[in-house]
């Protein structure tokens, strides 16, 4: 399938359209992440209340990253 873009007349195939919007997507979701992780760590007060149950852990595993606060999971895992 192929589809016309109205601005351009220029033709253009629906994998390109799904490859690009998987990058854009890939780069929000990377952007989201970063910048609320980073919030959890530099607030003091997002750090005390919400945080610091994902780094209880003594040896960190991969299941670490789900053991999280539910208000963080829900900012953070809304987008995945």
């Known amino acids: ?3 016309c873009s ?3 007349g220029v033709q ?11 990058f854009v ?8 992440f970063y ?4 919030a959890l760590h530099e607030s003091q007060y997002l750090w005390d ?3 610091t149950i994902h780094h209880a852990f003594k040896n960190p595993s991969a299941f670490c990253q789900d053991a999280v606060h ?6 953070q895992g809304t987008i995945d």
């Open 6 to 8: 109205p601005t351009t």
């Open 70 to 75: 539910p208000l963080e999971g829900l900012v």
């Open 25 to 32: 997507y890939g780069f929000l979701f990377d952007a989201w």
């Open 12 to 22: 253009t195939s629906s994998e390109t359209i799904c490859s690009v919007l998987r």
């Open 1 to 3: 399938k192929t589809c």
């Open 49 to 51: 209340k919400i945080h």
């Open 35 to 38: 910048w609320t992780h980073r």
